[in-house]
């Protein structure tokens, strides 16, 4: 799957969904007094196996979704002393509109506090610092989208992928899927989030299947083909309506997995007698068995036994990890934290790292099954499951209403059921024989939505709601650049 390619451009009247694009044009035209010049739209992602490995360089495999970000766009040049502006717009009135003044050389002029259009200030700057643009000019855009927010499922970073294209397209400028994604991965960096990529590679790269997304040492994406088999597999994505937002919620959650996995990868570094400061639990790996391009899979079930015999079990104080690499704790702070906020007295080395192993170990494994003809879902549904239980349990990003969710769909007929994304709320996704789908869907909305809100029992409004919240979906592609 080739990243040296641009994304691809096609006309509005050969794409499918035409009335949300018309819906967008007309609420665009009465916003800003003239219909957009120019559409980007980017999917949300599901991610079907490989959870908090992306930023231990580790591949992952997640799956674009057919839901996507709509970005209607109008260029506003300067004239005289006129100052430009980013002006952002929503289609959802739950977000309101904000316009950001720009600088002569391009630079936004943000304002203080978090809301939705800081990730697509986040993009703009992403793409405007990866492209070198030199000669800014000013944007209105209006925003729609039917990726759930804050779910897991990638509605930030598929709304900072548009912000990309729609900043490099406007200016005439024109990069590889690569440098798209890099420039997101670096956009989102900008709202606090030390993403490790997958959510923007995906989002850009997509072709209509899943795809293991390789990080180290470079960026590369490799496709995967499901295996012929009588009943075909469907992802049914199910909302907890437990909101996360990695964001705001950072410095206890997402980032402090981040600083330990960094932690432990150093520690591990010493165990096997390296002096390299700053690796990632995937270059320890290569420490231990070579160059691993095109063999990552090899050596996991060691690095599995090594972390029980390197790491000890009970949480790690700063004083005890300064300890075992030899060093200050003042000086463990400035190379493995830096600049990343954290709030906390004591890091899980051990959970972490056997998390990752082993997730990194199913990946593969996952990636196997799939292309065995026919792929066994039983064993594919293992994995989630084994999956799930390690993001639980190990890596404590899993809580009490995905639990429940994820065992609720076994029992109501998936070979598999696993938390997607960052977890701490948002999205469970399952594996389901095709022709369960609506039976699977109706129980879940019984055993567990009604449960939780029984007004919505019998509501039309409500049970049209529920479309947004539980859905199934096939494999969706990537970005573009979409032209009236």
């Known amino acids: 799957m080739p990243s040296n390619t641009s994304p691809p451009t096609y006309a509005l009247n050969t794409l499918p969904n035409q009335p949300r694009y018309t819906h967008l044009t007309s609420a665009f035209t009465s916003q800003y007094g003239s219909p957009p010049e120019f559409y980007v739209r980017a999917p949300g992602r599901v991610n079907l196996i490989g959870e908090h490995v992306d930023y231990a360089g580790f591949g992952v495999l997640p799956m674009a979704i057919e839901r996507d970000v709509i970005v209607a766009v109008g260029r506003v040049p300067k004239k005289g002393v006129q100052n430009l502006a980013l002006t952002c717009s929503n289609t959802d009135p739950r977000y309101p509109h904000v316009e950001y003044n720009m ?125 012929l088999v009588q009943d075909p597999p469907v ?52 420490l231990v068995f070579g160059d691993l391009q095109g063999r990552e899979d090899v050596g996991l079930t060691e690095m599995i036994e090594m972390v029980d015999k390197a790491l000890k079990k009970e949480p790690w104080t ?13 000086d463990l702070e400035k190379k493995y934290i830096g600049s990343i906020v954290i709030h906390a007295a004591t890091f899980e080395l051990y959970k972490r790292a056997k998390h990752v192993y082993s997730e990194a170990l199913r990946v593969f494994q996952f990636r196997d099954t799939c ?78 939505y009604y449960k939780r809100w029984p007004e919505w029992r019998g509501d039309p409004d409500a049970d049209e709601n529920l479309g947004d919240v539980v859905f199934a979906s096939k494999p969706g592609s990537g970005a573009a650049i979409v032209i009236p």
Not at 203 to 217: D, K, N, T, W
Not at 318 to 330: G, I, P
């Open 103 to 227: 600088t002569d050389s391009g630079a936004i002029v943000e304002k203080n506090g978090h809301d939705w259009s800081t990730y697509f200030v986040c993009g703009y700057k992403g793409a405007y610092q990866k492209a070198g643009l030199k000669n800014p000019i000013g944007l209105n855009i209006m925003v729609t989208g039917n990726v759930p927010p804050s779910a897991g499922v990638s509605s930030s970073s598929a709304l900072v992928v548009s912000a990309v294209l729609t900043t490099l397209y406007a200016h005439g400028v024109e990069l590889s899927k690569k440098d798209v994604t890099m420039a997101a991965i670096e956009g989102e960096r900008y709202a606090g989030v030390q993403c490790g990529g997958m959510d923007q590679a995906i989002s850009v790269m997509a072709e209509h299947g899943p795809c293991l997304i390789h990080f180290y040492p470079t960026l590369r994406v490799e496709a995967v083909v499901f295996g």
């Open 371 to 448: 292309t065995q003809s026919p792929p066994s879902l039983q064993k594919l549904g293992a994995l989630m499951n084994a999956s799930q239980a390690s993001c639980r349990d190990l890596y404590d990003c899993s809580c009490p209403e995905l639990d429940e969710l994820t065992a609720l769909a076994l029992r109501a007929g998936a070979y598999g059921s696993r938390l997607t994304g960052a977890g701490w709320g948002g999205c469970t996704v399952s594996l389901v024989p095709e022709t369960g789908v609506s039976e699977f869907i109706n129980v879940l909305k019984q055993e567990y």
């Open 235 to 286: 992802f049914v994505i199910a909302n907890t309506l437990v909101v996360s937002d990695k964001a705001l919620t950072a410095p206890t959650h997402y980032n402090l997995r981040v600083v330990e996995t960094r932690l432990a990868a150093a520690v591990l570094s010493r165990f096997v007698g390296a002096k390299r400061e700053g690796m990632t639990l995937r270059e320890v790996q290569e």
């Open 318 to 330: 700063r004083e005890d990890v300064a300890k075992a690499l030899d060093m200050s704790v003042q």
